[in-house]
T-cell receptor, first 114, second 114 residues
Framework: KAGVTQTPRYLIKTRGQQVTLSCSPI?????VSWYQQTPGQGLQFLFE???????NKGNFPGRFSGRQFSNSRSEMNVSTLELGDSALYLC???FGSGSGTEAFFGQGTRLTVV | AQSVTQLDSQVPVFEEAPVELRCNYS??????LFWYVQYPNQGLQLLLK??????LVKGINGFEAEFNKSQTSFHLRKPSVHISDTAEYFC????????????FGTGTRLTVIP
């Protein structure tokens, strides 16, 4: 069974540009969550999608957005990139929507903003 | 306030020695508790979780953790570490407020010394 796949693995963008990251969950999983990992702030929750609906959102500016498609694949978009957006972006998928359902993480996308 | 604290940012330990990584949380609601491991340039892998029932939880790779409600702790232990256990370890909590997102501690870097 294939794991969570995130593409691309590495990305370099310039300040002011926008970027789209992709996450393919494990087959059959309907929930996808996104996390940002930085040395300074650690791991922080961005948002969660379940059956194409955003269920929960973390404390990030509106430049960060996401969506989920009918096949459960998810994308997150960051517009008007800032240097501080450089981070490892992790996607996690889980089967159900209830708390405590195990989340499986992808290897992440390393975004560098220059 | 709801929070997760990992007091030890770095823990060096000799090979085959026991180790304990500490995790404390603060919450006014019930919680689910998790430990994840992250190897360099990788995503997060679930070691173990506590949802309910027995307070002693056994996970993969010989790790175990004990939920102590009175001390609001969920410390991770392993009786004998191996070189391959060198990694970053994250304690995570789901606060049972209806949301499903993980709140992470700042991580503990475990270094196993030969």
């Amino acid at each position: 069974k294939a794991g969570v796949t995130q593409t691309p693995r590495y990305l370099i963008k310039t300040r002011g540009q926008q970027v789209t990251l992709s996450c393919s969950p494990i087959s059959g999983h309907r929930s996808v969550s996104w996390y940002q990992q930085t040395p300074g702030q650690g791991l922080q929750f961005l948002f969660e999608y379940f059956s194409e609906t955003q269920r929960n959102k973390g404390n990030f500016p509106g430049r960060f957005s996401g969506r989920q498609f009918s096949n459960s694949r998810s994308e997150m978009n960051v517009s008007t990139l800032e240097l501080g957006d450089s981070a490892l972006y992790l996607c996690a998928s889980s089967f159900g929507s209830g708390s405590g359902t195990e989340a499986f993480f992808g290897q992440g996308t390393r975004l560098t903003v220059v | 306030a709801q929070s997760v604290t990992q007091l030890d940012s770095q823990v060096p330990v000799f090979e085959e020695a026991p180790v304990e990584l500490r995790c404390n949380y603060s919450s006014s609601v019930s919680v689910y508790l998790f430990w994840y491991v992250q190897y360099p340039n990788q995503g997060l892998q679930l070691l173990l979780k506590y949802l309910s029932g027995s307070t002693l939880v056994k996970g993969i790779n010989g790790f175990e953790a004990e939920f102590n409600k009175s001390q609001t702790s969920f410390h991770l232990r392993k009786p004998s570490v191996h070189i391959s256990d060198t990694a970053e370890y994250f304690c995570a909590v789901i606060f049972q407020t209806g949301a499903n997102n993980l709140f992470f501690g700042t991580g503990t870097r475990l270094t196993v010394i030969p």
